[in-house]
T-cell receptor
Framework: GAVVSQHPSRVICKSGTSVKIECRSL??????MFWYRQFPKKSLMLMAT?????????EQGVEKDKFLINHASLTLSTLTVTSAHPEDSSFYIC??????????????FGEGSWLTVV | AQTVTQSQPEMSVQEAETVTLSCTYD???????LFWYKQPPSRQMILVIR??????QNATENRFSVNFQKAAKSFSLKISDSQLGDAAMYFC???????????FGEGTQLTVNP
């Protein structure tokens, strides 16, 4: 159980364009979803948190107009990087927290997405 | 704010031996959850083990066990009978009782030597 699917696993886009990353929980409902960014050989940096039906809460320093997060349902969250620039190139990973009563605040992660902006 | 510290950027172990990865954290909360995640070269984050702070008994999952010292705010991971597939980056993580934020340490890169 607790399978989270994220795609695309790798994407290359041109500078100035937008790219969407999708994250789905396949076998459970998620009340809270997280988006992280990871730089090479570094830890995961929380970008934003979203609850179903509510707007995402962004961490300090993360531009909400640039990184659009849509928590569409209890099983789907998307991250859209708008007007991408080369400095947005990174590894992005989503995480889902199960609904009430499930797994003690455990977050299950997708496979991650490599974004390269050229 | 909660912080998680992993003081060992790199560790190595011989296959079949035992290794312990260290983690300390800082929090003012009395109830919370602690985790160890494994990130192999594929980069997917895989849950290794979870500990509820209110439980005194240390969590175990097959060859993986923790030494949870609540007063000392220490949460180390012991890997017994190390296997080549255990080679990965290991992250210690903290989540409060509301589950609204998972905070990671900087990670420990584990190498398993044949």
């Amino acid at each position: 159980g607790a399978v989270v699917s994220q795609h695309p696993s790798r994407v290359i886009c041109k500078s100035g364009t937008s790219v969407k990353i999708e994250c789905r929980s396949l076998d459970f409902q998620a009340t809270t979803m997280f988006w992280y960014r990871q730089f090479p050989k570094k830890s995961l940096m929380l970008m934003a948190t979203s609850n179903e039906g509510s707007k995402a809460t962004y961490e300090q320093g993360v531009e909400k107009d640039k990184f659009l997060i849509n928590h569409a349902s209890l099983t789907l969250s998307t991250l859209t990087v708008t007007s991408a620039h080369p400095e947005d190139s990174s590894f992005y990973i989503c995480g889902f927290k199960r609904g009430p009563g499930g797994s003690g605040n455990t977050i299950y992660f997708g496979e991650g997405s490599w974004l390269t902006v050229v | 704010a909660q912080t998680v510290t992993q003081s060992q950027p790199e560790m190595s172990v011989q296959e079949a031996e035992t290794v312990t990865l260290s983690c300390t954290y800082d929090t003012s909360e009395s109830d919370y959850y602690l985790f160890w995640y494994k990130q192999p070269p594929s980069r997917q984050m895989i849950l290794v083990i979870r500990q509820e702070a209110y439980k005194q008994q240390n969590a175990t999952e097959n060859r993986f066990s923790v030494n949870f010292q609540k007063a000392a705010k220490s949460f180390s991971l012991k890997i017994s009978d190390s296997q080549l597939g255990d080679a990965a980056m290991y992250f210690c993580a903290y989540n409060g009782v509301t589950g609204s934020r998972l905070t990671f340490g900087e990670g420990t890169q584990l190498t398993v030597n044949p």
